[in-house]
């Protein structure tokens, strides 16, 4: 796929058009999940015949498993640029990451904060405790104004934000947030779930407190994520799975839990979606400064001139005054569903969006877009020609329609 920036597992595959023939597939869909790189998989094969139980064995395999899954929690303090004596934490996900923390916010610290535009992993994770939404203003600025009021009005332990939307792309001004949360005693997490993947943290220099992202949407496949930030809360906190590994002591009169990630990775943990996050970080770090966001930033130019020369396509956004954005683009497309949209595009042309609310039914509502959208994001996988395929075949569609019936699944077409 010429023009790409980093080869990416899939690259090639190729899938069926409806009425025959073939194409190669583009992926337009790694806001949802990002396909692993070719450096993951070479890895995570390398490490294979190595898998041993982690932390639990005196075998080779498993001292090697214990080592690189160590090494693997120190390449992503380093690639997230992580104070010294930060905890980096595996989790399932971003999901996982996220509901850790909102177990381990002090009882009696204050409410915690976040707008109402959160994906729902970083919304309904909080009320659970006692939190406060507010609701996202037209422009950025204002937006800041009511999270400097929410802030002043009643103590705030923690402001929970995104890092970047997954829904239209838009960038979140980090540090202005977190200076006015720590301004007013509150710490702040970053769901950088979709930030990491196209934009360099650096947790020091931005001074947020804690960090969550999942691996699958950096690189690397399904089943680990991680949060990464002060120890205090984190070892203070119940464990968040409770069982082997997370104990150091346990008799009938009670427990003694470890300090540490252990205290919160109960169970066996996922060595390989260690080893491939850490990979994926590697692999991320030695691209040249800007590189990442150079890709993203011209593609999203290019599918964002094509789509605004259509009259029935509309372009969400949050803000009318956000000027920088990771390379996703929400858009709906007049009189279509954008389940049907979804449907056309992946039938007769091989390209795959996603449609539908992005687990944001909030932000969609306010947006005016109750019944969904259509969003296509990019990654270092994309290359100008998926994106001219998605521009080309959305032209077609509002130019001469489309059929209402294509098939919901793939008609026992599988590898
Ligand atoms: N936050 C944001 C901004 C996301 O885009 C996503 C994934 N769509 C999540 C959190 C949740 O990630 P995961 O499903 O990997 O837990």
Do not use: M
């Amino acid at each position: 796929n010429a023009g790409s920036l980093l080869p990416v597992v899939g690259q090639e595959l190729r899938v069926p058009l409806v009425g025959g023939g073939e194409a190669r597939y583009a992926n337009l869909d790694y806001g949802a999940t990002a396909p692993a790189l070719a450096t993951v998989a070479e890895r995570v094969t390398r490490v294979l015949p190595y898998y041993g139980s982690v932390h639990r064995g005196s075998g080779l395999p498993a001292r090697v498993s214990t080592a690189l899954y160590e090494q693997s929690r120190q390449a992503l303090a380093r690639f997230l640029g992580a104070r010294a004596d930060d905890e980096v934490i595996f989790t399932r996900n971003t999901t996982d990451a996220l509901n850790l923390l909102a177990g381990a916010v002090p009882e009696g610290a204050g409410d915690v904060l976040f707008l109402d535009s959160e994906h729902h992993a970083n919304l309904l994770p909080w009320r659970r405790r006692a939190h406060r939404a507010v609701a996202f203003a037209p422009t950025l600025e204002l937006t800041l104004g009511r999270l400097r009021d929410a802030l002043a009005a009643g103590p705030v332990a923690l402001v929970a934000i995104t890092g970047a939307s997954n829904v239209t792309g838009e960038l979140l001004p980090l540090e202005r947030i977190v200076a006015l949360a720590h301004g007013a005693g509150a710490r702040v997490v970053v769901d950088a779930a979709q930030l990491a993947p196209h934009v360099r943290v650096d947790l020091e220099a931005l001074g947020a407190d804690y960090i969550a992202l999942s691996g699958h949407k950096l690189y690397a496949p399904y089943g680990a994520g991680a949060l990464v930030g002060r120890r205090d809360w984190l070892d203070a906190a119940a464990p968040h799975l409770a069982g082997g590994g997370a104990v150091r002591e346990v008799t009938w009169e009670g427990t003694e839990w470890h300090d540490g990630p252990a205290r919160h990775e109960g169970g066996t943990p996922n060595l390989l979606g260690a080893v491939a996050i850490a990979e994926a970080c590697n692999t991320l770090d030695a691209l040249p400064a800007g590189a990442l966001e150079a890709h993203d930033h011209s593609l999203r130019e290019l599918l964002l001139a094509r789509l605004e020369r259509l009259d029935a396509v509309r372009v969400a956004r949050i803000w009318a005054d956000s000027s920088a954005a990771i390379g996703t683009v929400a858009f709906a497309v007049e009189g279509y569903a954008p389940a049907h949209v979804g449907a056309y595009l992946s039938a007769e042309h091989g390209v795959g969006v996603r449609d539908g609310r992005f687990c944001a039914h909030q932000l969609l509502g306010r947006l005016g877009l109750p019944g969904g959208a259509l969003r296509a994001s990019f990654g270092v996988g994309t290359s100008a020609d998926d994106v001219e395929r998605l521009a080309e075949a959305v032209e077609r569609l509002v130019r001469e329609g489309a059929r209402r019936d294509y098939a919901p699944g793939p008609d026992g077409w599988a590898p």
